[in-house]
């Protein structure tokens, strides 16, 4: 029997045991993969198997990265067009794989054309089912989140996907330590009130709803991108937001004006050095009112406000806001966690925090996380 008679190939819709991870539409004929971190995982007992992947982008390409047994394998560009990747062949056929199949890079929001779908298998074996991890847990973020410099040398300075890591990224290697499965919903540059620049446009809250609402273009819209994210499917035990390290930015560079309308908008320090408190006012509402927005549709949900790997100039301004937030809800189910800073030994690509600085990140929210996740599942 030729080798390739032995591969019998499947629709993606009729995998048996496919578990996919992160948030998505309800298809799989084809699976599109937005966010940072979405996967799709297999357990797999066979010597060899493939998936077909289909890409689009104008500027941004995706790249995904191969986990078997729990181990990176492989990392790779996905181009443009549909082809056949090769997952693993020659192994033996009488073991059982446990394979992740990781989108390493970011929902692009500035490539309306960018998408990454899987539409089929081709594999000589049989499929397992696929346990769930004793957790769950979403992190909301920016450029840290998204793993932005946390693979590449330290003297990489373009801002290109290849420069994107979930693997080697804090929130992947602190679901792990919490036996946890996880979510990431994040951009690079954005922030909970305005992007980096001071554009209003750019805050992660008011597209949180959605499926990835950030996307553009003809074709992501009609995959649903702007749907309502179906929140009981998924109910996570922890919500982590890792934003402000924009908002700060917002203080010390230039206003943004609307190309458009000519709106300005501009996050203001006095002459002496301090931040405009009426700005601080508009931010530390922000916070507050997207804690409310999370607490909605994540009612079970433990909430922390982790932040600080790029310094922690916010930290005043979101500690107040959480505890307004507590006060004024009556909701004590919220912390803030102070991540260690990134220093020059921990540095990565593009001036971003590198492996090593998400390691020790992962290391301490972690044991944040764990007795207070202990706790709630106790009390359950």
């Given amino acids: 029997m030729k080798r390739s008679d032995r591969l019998k190939t499947l629709a993606l819709s009729e995998v048996p045991h496919l578990k996919v991870h992160g948030r998505t539409t309800d298809s799989l004929s084809p699976l599109t993969l937005f966010w940072t971190g979405s996967a799709l995982e297999f357990n797999a007992r066979g010597s060899e198997l493939w998936v077909e992947v289909e890409a689009d982008y104008d500027a941004y390409e995706p790249w995904v990265s191969i986990v078997i047994d729990s181990v990176p394998v492989s990392r790779q560009m996905v181009t443009a067009g549909t082809h056949w990747l090769c997952v693993f062949r020659g192994m033996n056929g009488n073991v059982v794989k446990n394979v992740r199949i990781v989108k390493d890079t970011q929902a692009m929001s500035g490539d309306p054309n960018g998408f990454l779908q899987f539409r089929a298998v ?32 330290r003297s990489e300075e373009d801002w290109i ?9 804090y929130a992947a290697m602190t679901a792990e330590a919490l036996d946890a499965d996880y979510r990431i919903v994040s951009q690079s540059g954005w922030g909970v009130l305005t992007g980096w620049d001071n554009n209003p446009r750019c805050n992660l809250p008011q597209y949180y709803e959605q499926v990835c609402g950030l996307l553009s273009g003809e074709k992501n819209e009609a995959m649903g991108v702007h749907r309502r994210n179906d929140f009981a499917s998924w109910p996570p035990d922890a919500v982590v937001v890792n934003l402000g390290t924009n908002d700060g930015s917002a203080f010390r560079t230039p206003e943004w004006r609307d190309p458009v309308t000519g709106e300005t908008r501009k996050q203001r320090m006095n ?20 804690l409310h927005k999370l607490r909605a549709c994540n009612p079970r949900a433990h909430l922390v406000w982790a932040y600080g790997m790029l310094g922690d100039p ?18 004590r189910n919220v912390s803030v966690y102070p991540l260690p800073p990134m220093t020059e030994e921990t540095t990565g690509a593009r001036s971003h925090p590198g492996a090593k600085a998400h390691e020790l990140a992962a290391e301490r929210l972690a044991g944040h996380l764990e007795p207070i996740l202990s706790q709630m599942q106790a009390l359950r």
């Fill in 122 to 153: 081709r594999f000589d074996g049989q499929f397992l089912p696929v346990e769930d991890n004793s957790r769950k847990i979403e992190f909301i973020g920016d450029s840290i989140t998204s793993g932005e410099g946390a693979i590449g040398a």
């Fill in 161 to 169: 996907p290849m420069w994107f890591s979930a693997i080697r990224n």
């Fill in 271 to 290: 002459e002496d050095g301090t931040y405009h408190q009426e700005d601080l006012n508009v931010l530390e509402q922000a916070i507050q009112s997207f």
């Fill in 314 to 331: 916010m930290m005043p301004a979101i500690r107040r806001a959480v505890e307004s937030y507590a006060e004024q809800s009556g909701d």
